[in-house]
């Protein structure tokens, strides 16, 4: 069974910078594509970031590119998003979840609790 634990989020104002950590219980961690998604206030989940398994090579929605970074260390099976310039728009919950690459869903249906963002103006 995949657990998926999130943490990090908080209160910050526009501007400021968070770090969002994601504790996943994949037995083969390190062979999975991994990433984030979020979901606002009252709207559908979204891609955010994603890293993949083989190369580390790393890929971003346009809303985030450039402000975001998204890392992994298979060693201790976690993945991180580093937001930095945050944006009032980038308030909502956000998930951490294997990632199928290049169609940026979620490849095991299953999700964390998430961790709420939420970015004052």
């Known amino acids: 069974q995949v657990q998926l634990v999130e943490s990090g989020g908080g209160l910050v104002q526009a501007g400021g910078s968070l770090r969002l950590s994601c504790a996943a219980s994949l037995r083969t961690f390190s062979r999975y594509n991994m990433g984030w998604f979020r979901q606002a206030p009252g709207k559908e989940r979204d891609f955010v970031a994603a890293t993949a398994w083989s190369t580390g090579t790393t890929y971003y929605a346009d809303s985030v590119k450039g402000r975001f970074t998204i890392s992994r260390d298979n060693a201790k099976n976690m993945v991180y998003l580093q937001m930095n310039n945050l944006k009032p728009e980038d308030t909502a919950v956000y998930y951490c979840?294997?990632?199928?690459?290049?169609?940026?869903?979620?490849?095991?249906?299953?999700w964390g609790q998430g961790t709420l963002v939420t970015v004052s103006s």
């Open positions: 979840a294997a990632v199928n690459w290049f169609r940026w869903t979620n490849a095991l249906d299953a």
